[in-house]
């Protein structure tokens, strides 16, 4: 079992910044693919980022790409998502997402991943 817990949302003014936490317990994630994803009302679940620790590949949507980077702390056992620039478009709920059968091909879609977090709100006003 991997429990993860997302922290850092909250509001910000657009062209601002925030970094997303995602606090993993259970097992080690220096193993796994761990990805971002988000949900803003109405609409469906979207990927953001993504990062395989073991090789440090990472993947991001192109409507973050070049203002989102995606990191990990292996000692902390957590990833990391810093956000810049950011749009209202940006506002959503955020979740992290660990794939701990590494299916990096599929990092961007929800569905091969094995364990959620809550969410963490992020809202960005104009």
């Known amino acids: 079992q991997v429990q993860l817990v997302e922290s850092g949302g909250g509001l910000v003014q657009a062209g601002g910044s925030l970094r997303l936490s995602c606090a993993a317990s259970?097992?080690?994630?220096?193993?796994?693919?761990m990805g971002w994803f988000r949900q803003a009302p109405g609409k469906e679940r979207e990927f953001v980022a993504a990062?395989?620790?073991?090789?440090?590949?990472?993947d991001y949507s192109d409507s973050v790409k070049g203002r989102f980077t995606i990191s990990g702390d292996n000692a902390k056992n957590t990833v990391y998502l810093q956000m810049e620039s950011l749009k209202p478009e940006d506002t959503a709920v955020y979740y992290c997402?660990?794939?701990?059968?590494?299916?990096?091909?599929?990092?961007?879609?929800?569905?091969?991943?094995?364990?959620w977090g809550q969410g963490t709100q992020v809202t960005v006003s104009s």
């Open positions: 997402a660990a794939d701990v059968n590494l299916r990096w091909t599929m990092k961007r879609l929800s569905e091969f991943y094995d364990y």
């Open positions: 259970g097992r080690t994630l220096g193993r796994f693919a």
């Open positions: 990062i395989r620790w073991s090789t440090g590949s990472t």
